[in-house]
């Protein structure tokens, strides 16, 4: 049998699992044992304790007392189970049993925060693993602030780095000099962080670039009509060249 001891000063209490209640009910129910000899064997258990057990599992099977670990007590359930007892009068014990709350203390610790508390103190319960993967959520959100942090100073770096080569300091840089250094980081780091780096808008930028592929493009339609020019040229000498001979 799997018992769970705990010790308070030099006595020592029984700490009954889900599994044992079930193993309780089993005896009782199933191999006869009266209720005064498995209260005994569970450390004086309360029998009015184990009679509950045993009326939990006829209403809902042993399923009531396994996989309890993602049982989640939703507010709207706590608020109905609390009127029923105190607008209804019905008994703590029968409620809870209503409910499959495995333990009528539950219902009574809900009573005792919603007099305390109201309904606004009555929220949803969720199993101590939902809290644990929500400070892991919290978690990774950081380590997710703290990456893109990390991507953004990689940038600067690198942006430095070009910037002191083409202008020897960034104060001397002009937004041409900063755009050109921003389009050939691009590849490797968000945009974003780059402007936010360079103090600049992305309407700004994208009108510089614009600017600059314009000039380039305006080069090469000059570099193109010189060279249709020529061969237009290099065609007609060779023509009266062969009109020549």
Known sequence: MNI?????????????TQEMKLKMVEEYLL????????????????????????NLYKKFGSEVFLNREGKIYYRDTKLLAIKRVLEGNESIRSVALDFGLTDPTILQDWIKNYKNKGEAGVQDTYPRKNYVLKDERARNIVDKKLKEENKRLRAEIEYLKKSQSLTQKLEG??????????????????????LDLIKMAPSVYYYNLSVIKNKVNKYQEIEDKIDELYLKNHKKRTALQRDLH
Do not use: C, P
């Open 4 to 16: 769970t001891n705990l010790k308070i000063g030099e006595l020592f209490f029984m700490r009954i």
């Open 31 to 54: 191999k006869g044992k009266s209720l005064s000899h498995i209260s005994q064997a569970y450390d004086n258990y309360d029998v009015s304790n184990i009679k509950y057990n045993v």
């Open 173 to 194: 840089a002009t937004n041409k000099d900063k755009v050109l250094i921003v389009a050939g980081l691009r590849k490797k780091h968000k945009l974003e962080h780059l």
